[in-house]
């Protein structure tokens, strides 16, 4: 946890060890990495506001020393701008101050199983909730029972739930999946899709795009 607010950090760190989370608490940019790179972590909370810098600028030199860590931003920055940017330099989520710490540790849950246990013992298989996908089989069911889907739909779903935990923004999405859509729009198509699989499972993220939220119930 990379966060200088001692009020955040300390509530924080209380949250996580009642979670029985091992949590190391840091509250400059200097030397972070070099912790991170020194020891194992599952994941990384990153304040943008540090008395030594900024939190994207840590990221970015992340990234670039291929430090592929998941990571959660916390952060009072709110506009669209912000959150774009955030995601376009490798953040895997971007959670907005003030928040629910439920959502906290769902989100934190959720970048963590879609890095660390996406597919096991190389099954091309992804849960979120009472849905399941198979993608070698191009197989979705939803509480044991197979769901019918156009082959559109089956791409977004399959994308979404690849990258769980992570917002897919529109670009995205339209990009890789629906360059053939027939004129059908993004909307459109999620509209359907939740209609087949309950809308519980897809969050639209306002500004942004939709993700799937990796502990949906």
Same mark, same amino acid.
């Not at 970015?60 to 376009?88: K, Q, W």
């Not at 087949?196 to 990796?214: A, C, N, S, W």
């Given at each position: ?8 950090? =300390?509530?924080?760190?209380?949250? $996580?060890?009642?979670?029985? %989370? *091992? ?10 990495? #070099? ?5 194992? $972590?599952? !994941?990384?909370?990153? @304040? ?5 810098? @900024? ?25 669209? #701008? ?8 490798? !953040? @895997? ?5 003030? $928040? /629910?710490?439920? /959502? ?5 849950? !959720? ?6 246990? !996406? &597919?096991?013992?190389? /099954? *091309?298989?992804?849960?979120?909730? #009472? &849905? ?7 197989? &979705?069911?939803?509480? +044991? ?7 559109? #739909? $089956? ?11 992570? &917002? ?6 339209? %990009? =890789?999946?629906?360059? %053939? ?7 459109? %198509? ?7 699989? +309950? ?6 993220? =306002? ?11």
């Amino acid at each position: 946890m990379i966060e200088d607010d001692l009020a955040i950090g =300390r509530a924080l760190l209380s949250v $996580f060890q009642d979670e029985g %989370h *091992q949590a190391v608490w840091w509250r400059m940019s200097g030397g972070a990495i #070099e912790r991170i790179q020194a020891e194992h $972590f599952d !994941a990384v909370l990153l @304040d943008l506001g540090l008395p030594d810098g @900024d939190g994207t600028t840590l990221l970015r030199e992340m990234r670039s020393l291929n430090v592929n860590l998941p990571v959660l931003i916390i952060t009072a920055r709110d506009s669209l #701008e912000d959150r774009l940017n955030g995601f376009n330099i490798g !953040a @895997d989520d971007y959670l907005i101050k003030p $928040f /629910e710490i439920p /959502e906290l540790l769902v989100r934190l849950r !959720a970048i963590v199983r879609r890095v660390n246990g !996406a &597919v096991d013992n190389g /099954e *091309q298989m992804w849960t979120s909730g #009472e &849905v399941a996908l198979d993608e070698s089989r191009m197989l &979705v069911t939803r509480a +044991g029972t197979p769901v019918s889907l156009s082959k559109t #739909e $089956f791409g977004l779903l399959l994308m979404l739930m690849k990258q769980s935990g992570r &917002v897919l923004t529109r670009t995205e999405l339209e %990009h =890789r999946v629906l360059p %053939h859509s027939e004129g059908q729009t993004l909307d459109v %198509h999620i509209s359907n899709l939740r209609k087949k699989v +309950g809308d519980r499972l897809i969050r639209t993220v =306002r500004g942004v795009g939709y993700m799937v939220q990796g502990d949906n119930v």
